[in-house]
């Protein structure tokens, strides 16, 4: 009955304490000191970490142990505390693998904006063995006299009356004896040969030794191969099929529908479709109506190859005109260039024209696919070439340097803006340069720097 008589007083204060905690004010909350570090630093352990390495060895930092170190600041003053890192970059910028000597490798931690890095050394030796000071085979070199250019299909039989080896022994770092040895002491591997596919195959020829480094058995390899050839080699090419009278273009002739017959010294013809990565096409200036004579190369083989004559008519959606001869300046009017009916390009503001059909006879050329009979020099913003354009299209001019510095030539829209920037070679030699036009107005073909020839230009623009 005691008993009870506490419980209930218990509860009877516990209750009437509550009730008072809620009309009275609370306590207040007592803050929890908040931790703030600074990251300092790291250190690395690289006890376990590979730091010596031979040529041909691959980079690893397996092994490596990276810790944090921050700044705490406390009551009784600065104090270090650490933390491993699991997340870190290596910088390897100044490591090269394929050449002896000591590098540094860059650890780098990030945290937030902040980083900070340490770093530590490896080194690259030449070889174990010249470590060792012993003397080992360095190199084997091979001499095969027998057939390697095999023709598909063709069986390969690997001659061994034709073959003789040479191993070059090193020591301490350089070269100490080159020993003929025969065959049977060197394993000649010709499993990848494969005559029924046409390809290149390695013969891999593999000598090794057995060497003592200090007291450790140690298997010394050298290698060398032989390449062997699979082919089948094409005996002539034959255009079967396709379109041969083509409209005019400033950029490529629509060859889609020709069709290239493939004779090759075994098996059946092929016909493929001509590509430029398989087949070229010169001889002809796709801009120049009239008959011209292409021809089309077999990329490779460049023995196989076939003339085609084809006929070149007025494009469809270009009005295009060619100038290979300038005028003379005196004769503008208005300060503009413009080409005409009758191919000539008239030039303004030019240092010099120059006549290139003189007495000696020479005449300028591009690729000898087009000759210039004059040249007018540009030089600085005074000296320029202005072509007109009354519509939209395209502007192809040839130019070269006027010595053997490289030069940049510039096309400028009527605001004066850059449309095109292009160099010189670095000779006298005739480059093309080609600008798209993508509104009428006039263009201007100058050479702020230095002075460059312009030999001629042609003009294409869209018909209405």
Not at 225 to 233: A, G, Q
Not at 342 to 370: C, F, M
Request: net charge negative.
């Amino acid at each position: 009955m005691k008993k009870m008589i506490l419980i209930i007083l218990l509860g009877f204060f516990g209750i009437f304490g509550l009730v008072s905690c809620k009309t009275n004010e609370e306590p207040p909350v007592e803050e929890q000191p908040t931790e703030r570090l600074a990251l300092s630093s790291i250190s690395l352990d690289t006890s376990s970490v590979k730091t010596k390495y031979y040529l041909g060895d691959e980079f690893t930092a397996e092994g490596l142990k990276v810790t944090i170190n921050y700044i705490k600041n406390t009551e009784e003053g600065p104090v270090g505390v650490q933390k491993p890192c699991e997340e870190y970059y290596l910088n390897l910028d100044a490591v090269d693998m394929s050449h002896v000597g000591k590098y540094s490798v860059q650890v780098i931690y990030r945290e937030g904006t902040v980083n900070v890095n340490n770093t530590y050394d490896i080194e690259v030796k030449s070889s174990l063995l010249d470590d060792a000071g012993v003397k080992y085979a360095s190199g084997l070199e091979a001499n095969y006299t027998g057939e390697l250019d095999i023709l598909l299909n063709d069986e390969f039989s690997f001659k061994y009356n034709q073959i003789s080896f040479k191993v070059h022994y090193t020591q301490n770092g350089e070269e100490v004896e080159v020993k003929n040895i025969a065959y049977t002491k060197v394993t000649i591997d010709t499993s990848n040969v494969d005559t029924s596919k046409i390809g290149s195959y390695l013969i891999k020829y593999t000598f090794e030794e057995d060497l003592d480094v200090h007291g450790t058995p140690y298997k010394n390899t050298v290698c060398s191969f032989s390449v062997v050839t699979v082919s089948n080699p094409a005996t002539s090419i034959e255009l079967s099929e396709g379109t041969f009278i083509l409209p005019a273009t400033l950029t490529k002739l629509d060859t889609s529908d020709w069709k290239i017959k493939i004779t090759r010294k075994k098996g059946a013809p092929e016909v493929v479709a001509f590509s430029e990565d398989r087949f070229t096409l010169t001889g002809v200036i796709p801009y120049i109506t009239g008959n011209q004579v292409a021809k089309i190369t077999l990329k490779e083989d460049e023995s196989a190859s076939l003339t085609k004559e084809i006929t070149i008519v007025e494009s469809t959606t270009h009005n295009i005109v060619m100038g290979t001869e300038f005028s003379r300046y005196k004769e503008l009017e208005n300060g503009k260039v413009q080409l005409d009916a009758s191919e000539l390009i008239y030039v303004t503001n030019a240092v010099t024209i120059a006549d290139r059909t003189s007495s000696t006879g020479y005449k300028d050329n591009y690729k000898g696919l087009i000759t210039f009979h004059d040249r007018v020099t540009i030089k600085g913003a005074a000296s320029y070439i202005d072509v007109v354009m009354e519509a939209p299209g395209m502007i192809v001019f040839y130019y070269a340097s006027t010595g053997s510095t490289v030069r940049e030539v510039s096309v400028l829209d009527p605001n004066g803006e850059e449309v095109g920037t292009f160099m010189t070679a670095a000779s006298s030699a005739i480059q093309e340069a080609s600008v798209v036009i993508q509104k009428a107005g006039t263009y201007r073909i100058v050479c702020l720097s230095d002075q460059i020839y312009v030999h001629g230009c042609v003009i294409a623009t869209t018909k209405a």
